[in-house]
């Protein structure tokens, strides 16, 4: 049995993604065939599998996995890829289209070239959420602003928003340059610390300017990757919550940049990025991966 599937990524944030409505996997196969397909060494390569399928409250679903093979709630780039997917695949000719992604459903606006494909996606990602049970995050206080948490012996300051899934920035004013940070030292600490019940997306951030910030990101259930766009809008709301920037931050990471504007008023949070299709393909499944 062939698998057709089509590799994804925006801002180096790359993922599989495979038509759910007409390629069929068994769901408990799922995590099993994604942490195969994730592997950079034995299979395609990614920081996981979508599963783009028909929505119950939306016209399309993102159903996500990290490369470990858990689910996600949520990915900022890989729904932007999702909609551009659709988009230049023929499954709708709109360019604002809904996504649902765990229930949750998200509204994007596609910009598009003169070769009629989508380049650019502006998606609105919701209210964040900054109540620490709801995070979660285990502290004392109702949220978690500017909280000292300590991991490997050294103190941080973190802010910790969900965007439909958990982040904790940590701000890093002691390096000129977010490359030279050494997030395999600490990102694993982070993720799997005792006070995230559900483990935690870390964000080091390092601010440039009131409208611009460099980051790196460690996601759970994958590492490092290239950008994370939930983290990216955590981050621009932590940044606001802490005075450092204005409400439209450009977040800087090792595989491009995002815009991200905080709403206050309508307390919406707005991202804008690319998305770019690297090739398709088709892979055999093995006798244990076929229905």
Known sequence: MKLKFTKMHGCGNDYIYINGICEHVEEDKKPELVRRLSDRHFGIGGDGVIFINKGTKAEFEMEMYNADGSRAQMCGNGIRC???YVYDNGLTDKRSITVESFGSVKYLELSVNDRNKAESVRVKMGAPILKAADVPVISKNEQVID???EVRGRAYK??????????????INDIDDMK???IEAVGKYFENHERFPERINTEFVRVIDR????????????G???ACGTGSCAAAVACVLNGH????VNVHLLGGAVTCEWDRENNLVYMTGP???VFDGEIELDDGMED
């Open 147 to 149: 909280e000292e948490i």
């Open 211 to 222: 409208n611009n910030v460099q980051m790196r990101v460690w996601e759970r259930g994958t």
């Open 245 to 248: 920037t204005d409400r439209l």
């Open 82 to 84: 999702v909609a551009k």
């Open 275 to 277: 998305a770019a299709t």
């Open 158 to 171: 973190m802010t910790c928003v969900s965007m439909g899934n958990p982040h904790a920035v940590v701000f």
């Open 224 to 226: 490092e990757t290239l």
């Open 180 to 182: 030279d940070f050494d």
